[in-house]
């Protein structure tokens, strides 16, 4: 085989490893599509729920079946006993991404259709998953403060039941709409690390849950999905609004970057930064205050004209510059912001999932198995000759 | 960005994604090569914790190190408490490769170092996941079988204690050695799926526990490491010698491919399937007859004489085609032939997240983040307007 290594160590960017019938980002135009439709549309006028639908099932569902749907979702939010008991083992100063990571993995061998194969059960497990993994985050959260975690209301719709079983008392309709769009607009986003992660482990034939584990591990780097943590933790740090334009400048000054300021795809402000936005404002507002968020926005003003002065050229908001103070002003611990992000992207992971084990179309997706480039040692021409222990 | 669609659906074969010192699979001469040393050397002369040392700290260590290095391994098997009861919780039917996906998860919280960034911290962290992993497999065993896990036994080496963790008997050396060989055989395999599933993970900057769990994951799939399982299940579902014979006839005739033949990467029997095999003669003998090991033989002959009449060329043994015999010799339930792998791959994984993580030279390592090629929906030129449900 012919070895190509034009894109060694390049993190495969610019490099298109399938194809996909899921989402498209357009980052020149900055537009984020799922399934055809733009995210301002979606986050305006869909429900979390109406999202999954399109997502696994590729249109948008009539009203009898998003209501089916509704309630399908709503009653597979309960966990199984033995996991419960299991996340009670759990030190209570575990990272929560690790409890997430290691409660999706826990969930397989509850599910009735783990052994199956066909497309059916994939998109039970699926929706079983989408129901569960806000259950699991919120379980955790309760656990680790000394709390009982909460049975789900299955009154409530998705982001208002998260919220519910989170903190224990349901929230008014604007903050559980509120969540609901944050949920939208953090679905789906393309090849991104984490969906990749999943796709990658799907490649293999190993099932949802060992994939859509191995995309919670990859959404709790700091490069991925805990950026919104570290925008709030630069928040805090700065402190107060007086601070900020001297920090903008520090940091600019020795070479380093704002975080929630650039991003990999986009070439403008990223569509969902322009609804994130005004809801962090008004939930600031609600919250006694818009500190965080008008701190925010001076750092996105200061920042943007400090780049472009000592660069040359734009650097554009990603979504996690005003998700971070939108959080913040809900209430939501810091720690638990990348966890919010997978009660949200975990939508996506299954749709890619799907579309890896199930896709008809040709070219079908293999097994993700790339080659590496050797430069370690070889002691001269051949290999190294082994020398026995006693001799070395 | 201009996006490059030459390798899409292609699994990423034939594309060096990354530069690695840490092994060569050089498949047109059937050479595997751990750090600049052959593989058959190394699983001759060398024990697994050798070449666990060899693979995390670039050099084959002295007697002094070895000597410390085995002792260091072997005092970092014990399981937390908490993990022990976490896995009393799962479902006896639980599939092990689920259980220890979520077991290499749930140990990130207890390891001292998970917070840490530093090279040594990492290293610490990942002689504690080798050691565990193989606890972890024989813990699960047991609980499921109903019996109580066992406490390591310190004076024995990496291989004999996981058989004496799983089975409760100390192994003789000849049985402690064929297993000691087969972590060694397959510690390592350059970026296979699991591997570059871990990578994948650890590029985010996620943690060792967190890349390492995901590595489980994709492991579990059928397409990778449950693949000596399906060798085992055709074993003993062609029964008997006498049916051997037709059996590749109808599944050669069919189009099928015969499990165990065949590799993605080598252009000639695998060199590992060289070692494997006379163990799995000798383990066949001792446990009673070699029947399994005879019609493995018989397969290998007809499956490659059967083959290269029809399609015109030659086709290869990889390494599940002799570990299935042998493992099953051995007296492992077949259903932990996967697990197996993992208690050796793990140190391959390990040393890829080091490498993902602190690789010096550049180019360094960056996010993985592909493209992909949107093949869905757009209703017409634009995006699909959005249909409010009232009027779907």
Redesign the interface.
């Known amino acids: 085989?012919?070895?190509?290594?034009d894109?060694?160590?390049?993190?495969?960017?610019?490099?298109?490893?399938?194809?996909?019938?899921?989402?498209?980002v357009r980052?020149d135009e900055g537009?984020l599509?799922y399934?055809?439709?733009?995210i301002q549309?979606?986050a305006t006028?869909?429900s979390f729920e109406?999202v999954v639908y399109l997502l696994l099932h590729?249109k948008?569902?009539?009203?009898e079946a998003?209501s089916a749907f509704r309630g399908h979702l709503a009653r597979e939010r309960g966990l199984p006993s033995?996991?419960l008991?299991?996340l009670r083992?759990?030190?209570a100063?575990?990272?929560p991404?690790?409890?997430l990571?290691?409660g999706v993995?826990?969930l397989?061998?509850?599910d009735p259709d783990?052994r199956s194969l066909s497309h059916d059960a994939a998109v039970e497990m699926a929706v079983r998953l989408i129901a569960k993994t806000a259950s699991l985050v919120a379980a955790w959260h309760r656990i680790r403060g000394g709390e009982a975690p909460l049975e789900p209301d299955e009154t409530l719709g998705h982001a208002a039941n998260f919220l519910y079983m989170l903190f224990g008392s349901r929230p008014d309709s604007e903050t559980a709409g509120f969540m609901d769009s944050c949920l939208v607009l953090h679905a789906e986003h393309?090849?991104?690390?984490?969906t990749?992660?999943a796709r990658?482990?799907?490649?293999?034939?190993?099932?949802m849950?060992?994939?859509a584990?191995?995309a919670?591990?990859?959404?709790?780097?700091?490069?991925?999905?805990s950026a919104n943590v570290r925008v709030m933790e630069m928040l805090l740090k700065i402190g107060e609004p007086a601070n900020v334009a001297a920090y903008v400048d520090r940091e600019l000054d020795a070479g380093r970057l704002i975080m929630g300021l650039g991003h990999?795809v986009y070439k403008t402000d990223d569509p969902r930064s322009f609804i994130l936005s005004p809801m962090a404002r008004r939930m600031g507002e609600r919250a006694g205050g818009t500190k965080w968020y008008d701190m925010a926005k001076q750092l996105e003003v200061l920042g943007k004209e400090g780049f472009r002065k000592r660069k040359g050229r734009d650097i554009f908001v990603n979504v996690d510059f005003y998700s971070a103070p939108l959080y913040y002003a809900m209430g939501i611990p810091v720690d638990l912001f990348s966890s919010v992000f997978a009660v949200s992207r975990i939508a996506g992971w299954c749709a890619h999932i799907l579309e890896e084990h199930f896709a008809l179309a040709a070219?079908?997706?293999?097994?993700?198995?790339?080659?590496?480039?050797?430069?370690?040692?070889?002691?001269g021409p051949a290999?190294?000759a082994?020398?026995?222990?006693?001799k070395?």
């Not at 085989?1 to 290594?5: A, F, L």
């Not at 948008?60 to 009203?63: E, V, W």
């Not at 990658?200 to 099932?207: F, G, K, N």
């Open positions: 085989m012919n070895t190509s290594k894109f060694i160590n390049t993190g495969l960017r610019g490099i298109a490893v399938a194809s996909t019938k899921i989402s498209d980052g537009k599509i399934r055809g439709y733009l549309d979606l006028n869909a109406e590729e948008l569902p009539d009203p998003l033995g996991v008991d299991a083992t759990f030190p100063d575990a990272m991404m690790d409890v990571q290691a993995s826990m397989a061998p509850y783990i393309s090849f991104n690390a984490s990749f992660a990658e482990v799907a490649s293999t034939r190993a099932h849950y060992a994939a584990s191995a919670v591990g990859s959404l709790s780097g700091e490069l991925h999905g990999a070219p079908k997706p293999v097994l993700y198995r790339p080659e590496s480039d050797y430069v370690g040692d070889y002691c290999e190294c082994f020398i026995p222990i006693e070395r």
